[in-house]
């Protein structure tokens, strides 16, 4: 299985620095529902009161950034045809205001709900606008999660330099990130470049990547990345004809 990449739930809201620095310590801070443990439905309706916020102000701004957090929560429900049609409403507002650092985040973000509709050129279209935008602004974070939704289509396709060559430009800029970067998303990183090693039959540069992926997943307790990287794991050995 490889992974694309979308900023967790909370991540996604908090790190652009659009809703906090406008509202302060408003109702719509986003504070309610900083906790992955918080239920979908209620991380919805938190954004769609605070949607009704912005529409009063007038604040497009706003409207797009709550748009965008509801769209994503939709797609990650599996109703990725609602989250495709409010990442657009997001989008539109995005351009409106001269939001060039959101708008390559919808374009990244419209990639992942279209692929997940089965539209794999329409989400790879989106992908190399976000990768585009962004690389123009320097926003590494978007940029980052561009490059590496691009690599794991084309691993998705079996185009597997072109995959190596996007994941570890990706890895490159994630690296760059230094203390800022995400310890989950370069373990998926090494995770990724590992199964493409491991499907060119290069076995020893995969059992270490994928090496690499598990002590990172180690560090962060994340059980589920472990158990099926071990599966992994198993499975290269098993290929190797070592078990």
């Known amino acids: 299985m490889s992974i694309a990449f979308r900023k967790p739930l909370t991540l996604l809201i908090f790190t652009l620095g659009l809703i906090t620095p406008v509202l302060g310590q408003s109702p719509c801070d986003g504070a309610e529902v900083n906790d992955r443990r918080t239920p979908s439905k209620e991380v919805i309706n938190y954004w769609q009161k605070c949607l009704t916020i912005f529409e009063e102000r007038g604040d497009k701004k706003g409207q797009a950034q709550a748009l965008h957090s509801m769209a994503y929560v939709h797609d990650t429900e599996r109703r990725h045809q609602i989250a495709v049609e409010l990442y657009e409403k997001s989008l539109a507002l995005a351009q409106e205001t001269g939001d060039r650092k959101l708008t ?99 076995l020893d540069q995969a059992l270490a990547y994928s090496r690499k992926s598990l002590d990172l997943l180690v560090e962060a307790d994340d059980k589920f990345g472990i158990a099926n990287l071990q599966n992994n794991i198993g499975v290269i050995y098993k290929i190797a004809g070592t078990v």
Request: aromatic share 12%; proline share 0%.
């Open 104 to 202: 390559a985040l919808i374009f990244n973000s419209l990639g992942l709900a279209h692929t997940n509709l089965g539209h794999y050129e329409v989400g790879l279209d989106f992908y190399f606008k976000a990768r585009a935008l962004s690389e123009e602004l320097g926003d590494k974070g978007t940029l980052n999660m561009a490059l590496n939704n691009i690599g794991t289509r084309y691993l998705a396709q079996g185009r597997y330099a072109e995959a190596l060559d996007y994941l570890h430009k990706s890895l490159t800029v994630l690296q760059e990130m230094g203390e800022s970067a995400d310890r989950r998303s370069l373990a998926y990183k090494y995770q990724n470049i590992g199964l493409v090693y491991r499907r060119q039959g290069h």
